[in-house]
Antibody, heavy 121, light 108 residues
Framework: QVQLVESGGGVVQPGRSLRLSCAAS????????MHWVRQAPGKGLEWVAV????????YYADSVKGRFTISRDNSKNTLYLQMNSLRAEDTAVYYC??????????????WGQGTLVTVSS | EIVLTQSPGTLSLSPGERATLSCRAS???????LAWYQQRPGQAPRLLIY???SRATGIPDRFSGSGSGTDFTLTISRLEPEDFAVYYC?????????FGQGTKVEIK
């Protein structure tokens, strides 16, 4: 079955950087677009970024554009999120999510358990 | 950017009752691009419905989705104890994905 396992979260000071990873298994990772979605404490879901299966396309939410970079290594079945210039409002649980099997319908059919990023001095 | 507004914010119902959750979009959304998720406390979201009305694998048939254009609905025909959770709608448009703010279904 599909398994997505995030890692790399922790406490970081404002202005510093952090890199999240998401190890994927149970499906052909190189065939699917992958996303990061975050959830601030007690708040709703916010889409962060997407990378196409072949790394050819990357899109970002306005709130992170220019500060965050999504990438992937298909040989390692791993998704990454490089987060620079972190702000207090970036504090959230970060989920990686796999796009659904129906191509071009743009939904998330599998989610990891999330990794908590806390930005605080 | 398309904004999704969910109502009500909280729905207080008893087990066995019917739940009707609304998701309204600020612009027309293709039905193919509308999904619903359930999130229980401390857990990751779980896909319920995609393409506005297609149930995801393993989702009980008491969950159904409907709607088109700017108005979409998630219906839970008879609430089971495990259905008390937060529900989110989500849409795609112009290389952006957005979620509604969520509806909490709580035990009355």
């Amino acid at each position: 079955q599909v398994q997505l396992v995030e890692s790399g979260g922790g406490v970081v000071q404002p202005g510093r950087s952090l890199r999240l990873s998401c190890a994927a298994s149970g499906f052909t990772f190189s065939s699917y677009d992958m996303h990061w979605v975050r959830q601030a404490p007690g708040k709703g879901l916010e889409w962060v970024a997407v990378i196409s299966y072949d790394r050819g396309k990357k899109y970002y939410a306005d709130s992170v554009k220019g500060r965050f970079t999504i990438s992937r290594d298909n040989s390692k079945n791993t998704l990454y999120l490089q987060m620079n210039s972190l702000r207090a409002e970036d504090t959230a649980v970060y989920y990686c999510a796999k796009e659904g099997d129906v191509s071009g319908w743009y939904y998330f059919d599998s989610w990891g358990q999330g990794t908590l990023v806390t930005v605080s001095s | 950017e398309i904004v999704l507004t969910q109502s009500p914010g909280t729905l207080s119902l008893s087990p066995g009752e019917r739940a009707t959750l609304s998701c309204r979009a600020s612009q027309i959304v293709s039905s193919s691009y509308l999904a619903w998720y359930q999130q229980r406390p401390g857990q990751a979201p779980r896909l319920l419905i995609y393409g506005a009305s297609s149930r995801a694998t393993g989702i009980p048939d008491r969950f159904s989705g409907s709607g088109s254009g700017t108005d979409f609905t998630l219906t839970i025909s008879r609430l089971e104890p495990e259905d008390f959770a937060v529900y989110y709608c989500q849409q795609y448009g112009s290389s952006l994905w957005t979620f509604g703010q969520g509806t909490k279904v709580e035990i009355k």
